[in-house]
């Protein structure tokens, strides 16, 4: 496969994304990015914000299977997992719904600390142990994950460690009138959300062509100055009066992959320093604690880290 056929796939895959989820351009990007990059991703939004929609348009483009597990606070590590089951006269794994390509935890921090460890771990091996065998699962295993910002009571909220493992936060805010009106329109058209017939979504590549777009990813360059600042933003992070928490060794990694998928989707075989900026937000975001006085005032991550973006030099071209 050609760099000019790898670029179509992935333009295709987003546009297939954005006619079926408007008005969150940003948020697609980002799911794809991840997708190619090999990482997890945390959604965070409000309900009716489609991040159901995005994971199942998603999931149609690039012909993968596909499943939801709602958390709630009675769900056990084996609903995800899987079981032993006894047949006869031994006894047999039955595949719980991590068994898929592209899995939604939905309302993640419903369910206790066990439950979620159970797929955090999943998501972290890429493998499922049950009863002391390891059960492998699939090369293209995404998850993700979506949490709700507005609603705290009976929750659990991720630990940070358990956080550090999400390659990306991504937001999903209302949209504006006119795409929210244009919505309308689409339900007016026959459109339905619980129908996926009804999207219109023709599969760009299969499971395979996932793997080869990932192949193509790691080929991008990243010159050494762009290393040294992606080293220096994520240092900044645990130097900064404004955070109590900087961001993890993890934190540049993932930076420094999704900054090749974004190259790649935008038709570049090397990064550029624009791509660090554009991408450091998600990435660092949930890796990062705010000064509690400063979080009082209003202060949010990304007013913090874009004070560091800011204050960070950046590599000449």
Do not use: W
């Not at 056990?76 to 935890?105: C, K, N, W, Y």
């Not at 990304?302 to 950046?314: G, K, M, W």
């Amino acid at each position: 496969m050609g760099s000019s056929a790898k670029e179509q796939d992935t333009q295709a895959i987003l546009g297939a994304l954005r006619r079926v989820v408007l008005g969150q351009d940003g948020a697609t990007q980002d799911c794809l990015v991840a997708l190619l990059a090999g990482g997890h991703v945390l959604l965070e939004g409000v309900p009716g914000t489609a991040k159901t929609l995005l994971v199942r348009t998603l999931a149609l483009a690039v012909n993968v299977s596909y499943a939801r597990i709602q958390f709630t606070p009675d769900l056990m590590p084996g609903d995800i997992t899987g079981i032993s089951i006894l047949s006869g006269d031994e006894f047999r794994f039955r595949p719980g719904p991590i068994f898929h390509d592209l899995v939604l935890a939905d309302e993640i921090n419903r369910a206790p600390a066990k439950t979620q460890a159970a797929l955090l771990e999943a998501m972290q091996e890429r493998t499922v142990t049950v009863d002391g065998t390891t059960h492998p699962l699939s090369r293209t295993f995404t998850v993700f994950a979506t949490q709700n910002p507005i609603e705290f009571e009976g929750t659990y909220p991720l630990p940070e460690a358990e956080l550090d493992r999400f390659m990306l936060k991504v937001r999903l805010d209302f949209p504006e009138a006119e795409v929210e009106q244009s919505i309308l329109g689409k339900y007016l058209d026959g459109f339905e959300a619980d129908r996926p017939d009804t999207y219109g979504v023709t599969p760009v590549v299969d499971g395979d062509g996932i793997e080869a777009l990932r192949e193509a990813v790691r080929t991008v360059r990243v010159e050494p100055s762009i290393m040294q600042y992606i080293t220096d933003i994520v240092r900044a992070t645990r130097d900064a009066a404004s955070l109590t928490m900087g961001a993890s060794p993890r934190a540049g990694i993932a930076l420094l992959k999704t900054s090749r998928a974004l190259a790649m989707l935008e038709g570049r075989d090397f990064v550029i320093p624009d791509d660090i900026k554009f991408l450091a937000p998600a990435v660092l975001r949930h890796r990062v604690a705010v000064a509690p006085e400063l979080e009082l005032e209003g202060v949010s991550p990304d007013d913090a880290l874009r004070s560091i973006l800011e204050r960070t030099e950046v590599p000449a071209a």
